[in-house]
């Protein structure tokens, strides 16, 4: 799990990165929660996504937003953060460019960073979006949806309350191909505090799936 640092828009970039073989190896890149709360690359929901793909012979990267350990710059509340993402996957490219899968997963306020760049970026083919903020930040550039992927929301999370999560999820329009999944782990709150063995198997049963549709 070697600490590695590049350049971003607002300067350098801490993160953490594992690399796998052979090469075209599937690469993966996950976005922590928001930096004003506390979020950071060493969330334990990001590391344990983490640990998920790079067992499945993922190179996976995992970064702080800029103004978050010691990654530079200030805290922009999307756009920066947009920005940070983009430079962190060009970055996870370059040392995987006969990579064919690609993966993005976020946590809460990375979710919303995530599925921005998943429009963006048309080689990101999988998607886990884990307590998306729903009730706070607007999702309705899903339109539509470009790649399958799962939802995942607390039932008792009261940052991102179900019923925002479930809003969200029914009105994704989607094109031909693409199915959209959501589960919701019962009496978890945002944190998954107690729950987080039962949302990482959720997202494991998940991606094991989807490989091997792809496989």
């Known amino acids: 799990m070697p600490e590695v640092i590049f350049n ?9 990165y594992h690399h796998a073989n052979p090469a075209g190896s599937p690469i993966a890149i996950l976005l922590h929660p928001h930096p004003a709360f506390g979020g950071t690359m060493n969330n334990p929901i990001v590391h344990s996504l983490y640990q998920t793909f790079v067992s499945r012979g993922f190179s996976v990267l995992r970064f702080n937003f800029r103004g978050v350990g010691r990654s530079q710059g200030l805290f922009e509340n999307g756009a920066g953060e947009l920005s940070d993402a983009a430079s962190a ?4 490219q370059s040392f995987n460019r ?9 946590v809460s306020f990375g979710a919303w960073i995530s599925m921005q760049l998943l429009m963006r970026r048309p080689e ?7 307590a998306p903020l729903a009730k706070h930040y607007d999702f309705s550039f899903l339109a539509p949806c ?13 940052v991102a309350p179900p019923e925002s999560v479930h809003s969200l999820v029914s009105k994704l329009k989607t094109q031909k191909g693409i199915i959209i999944e959501h589960k919701v782990v019962a009496s978890a709150n945002h944190f998954f505090d107690g729950k987080q063995d039962e949302l990482t198997k959720i997202c494991s049963v998940y991606l094991d799936k989807r490989l091997s549709q792809e496989g």
Do not use: Q, T, Y
Request: hydrophobic letters at 50%; charged letters at 20%.
């Open 98 to 106: 006969e990579a064919k899968i690609c993966w993005i997963a976020g």
């Open 89 to 92: 996957l060009d970055w996870l």
């Open 8 to 16: 971003g828009p607002a300067g350098r970039i801490e993160a953490r």
């Open 124 to 130: 990101i083919g999988g998607f886990v979006s884990i």
């Open 146 to 158: 470009p790649a399958s992927g799962l939802f995942v929301n607390g039932e008792k999370d009261v």
